[in-house]
């Protein structure tokens, strides 16, 4: 069974230009969820998704963004990078959004960088 | 949302049992207590979750207070491969969790 894959690895943009990182969950998980991770601020809850809907969304400006397709594939967009928007972002798939006992699996990330 | 406090670095020995702490005062009756490790240049990975009772699974153990306002993570035997931070987390309804600063435990060989 492959586990939770999120292209590309590593990324290099440029201040004040935008991005698309990809999610794809495990086959047949529906709830995608993504977080930024940085040194200063741990890891953070950006946005959930459940077929198709955002379920939840953390405290990010409106930059950051995302959608999830009806294969349950998940993107995330960050339109005018900031320094600070660099970060290693992952995501995490699981089955359900309604059960908090069950286990989420996460991908290995997107390395950011903003030069 | 309800929060958790660990310390944020332990030791072990390797091969002796390690027993990482942490305090969640604010939970309520829903919440499930959830642990997740984060080796370098990975994202977490599901340890052990629980509601009210003990657990334990091929990875570790969890034992839960019985008001249930902490919890300790219990690994048996300390290795090398168990270095990490080490998250616990309270988890609602909904695939999202709200981390902590966790505990960074170093395994000395």
């Known amino acids: 069974k492959a586990g939770v894959t999120q292209t590309p690895r590593y990324l290099i943009k440029t201040r004040g230009q935008q991005v698309t990182l990809s999610c794809s969950p495990i086959?047949?998980?529906?709830?995608v969820s993504w977080y930024q991770q940085t040194p200063g601020q741990g890891l953070q809850f950006l946005f959930e998704y459940f077929s198709e809907t955002q379920r939840n969304k953390g405290n990010f400006p409106g930059r950051f963004s995302g959608r999830q397709f009806s294969n349950s594939r998940s993107e995330m967009n960050v339109s005018t990078l900031e320094l600070g928007d660099s970060a290693l972002y992952l995501c995490a798939s699981s089955l359900l959004n309604t059960v908090a006992n069950t286990e989420a699996f996460f991908g290995q990330g997107t390395r950011l960088t903003v030069v | 949302d309800a929060k958790t406090t660990q310390p944020n670095s332990m030791e072990s020995n390797e091969e002796e049992p390690v027993h990482l702490p942490c305090n969640h005062s604010?939970?309520?009756?829903?919440?499930?207590i959830h642990w997740y490790r984060q080796l370098p240049s990975q994202g977490p990975e599901y340890v052990i979750h629980g509601l009210t009772s003990n657990v334990n699974n091929r990875m570790a153990s969890l034992a839960i207070a019985e008001d249930r306002k902490s919890s300790t993570l219990i690994l048996h035997r300390a290795t090398l491969r168990d270095a990490a931070v080490y998250y616990c987390?309270?988890?609602?309804?909904?695939?999202?969790?709200?981390f902590g600063t966790g505990t960074s435990l170093t395994v000395i060989p």
């Open positions: 604010t939970i309520s009756g829903t919440d499930y």
């Open positions: 987390i309270l988890r609602v309804a909904g695939n999202q969790f709200y």
């Open positions: 086959s047949g998980h529906r709830s």
